[in-house]
């Protein structure tokens, strides 16, 4: 399977000079390891992180992600940040269709859509969110409702070019699990992984067995080794635990 994949998703927090504090925090206690190591600040931090990794480069690669785009390359769209932006910085990656923005921004399938297009074209990474709520879990939905979530964001994306399509990625963040402390059962997540798994195959034919699963869902140190221990979880977003670099060093280790 591929390189262990492993996310910080700072959501709003750290201003640039937090950011770069963090970054010497991280270079002091990071060790090298399996795990290909991406972060994601707010965008106001990328530069200064791409600034100072330039510079001063850590002993592995460190790899920069957004938090969201929009998906026309520019334009009069006030307040809004482009894939051909977020390249120029040095960026690699963009979570997109995360829990968050979808309840808090209603972000619709088509608009997810539409930026992971933008982003695949601007040879960027995307990082495509699914997860279920605790309402849909209780009625026992899940499956169904992460293949509709699935569905209504990868239409037409096999149109893409195979160099392009390749770089998708797909993180399974249950809703319930975010921010509450108490991550997805590892048996559950590897069963969920293996169904997303076939799914993708499905669809996608051989190259959907690439396409790296991430798990999100307050996973932290404790908890980071029996969940990226399970065969179909191929990595992390990590969340509340990547905000102290300490424990996000942690995390990197837990994948050997
Ligand atoms: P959490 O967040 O690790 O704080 O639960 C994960 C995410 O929302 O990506």
Known sequence: MPQPLIVANWKMHKTHLEALAWLQQFREVCQPSSARIVVAPPFTALESLATTLREQPLPFPLYLAAQNLHPEPNGAFTGEVSAPMLKALGVSYVILGHSERRQLFFESHTSIRLKMISALRHQLRPILCIGESAAIKAQGKTLDFLKGQLDGSLEGIEGLAK??????????????????????????????????????????????????????????????????????????????????????????????
């Open 163 to 256: 160099e392009d399509f390749s770089r998708l990625v797909i993180a399974y963040e249950p809703i319930w699990a975010i921010g509450s402390g108490i991550a997805a059962a590892p048996e559950a997540i590897e069963a969920t992984h293996q169904s997303l798994r076939g799914y993708l195959i499905d669809r996608f034919g051989p190259s959907g067995s690439h396409i790296p699963l991430l798990y999100g869902g307050s996973l932290k140190a404790a908890n980071a080794a029996s969940i990226l221990g399970q065969p179909s979880v191929n990595g992390a977003l990590v969340g509340g635990a990547s905000l102290d670099a300490g424990e996000f060093a942690s995390i990197v280790a837990a994948c050997g």
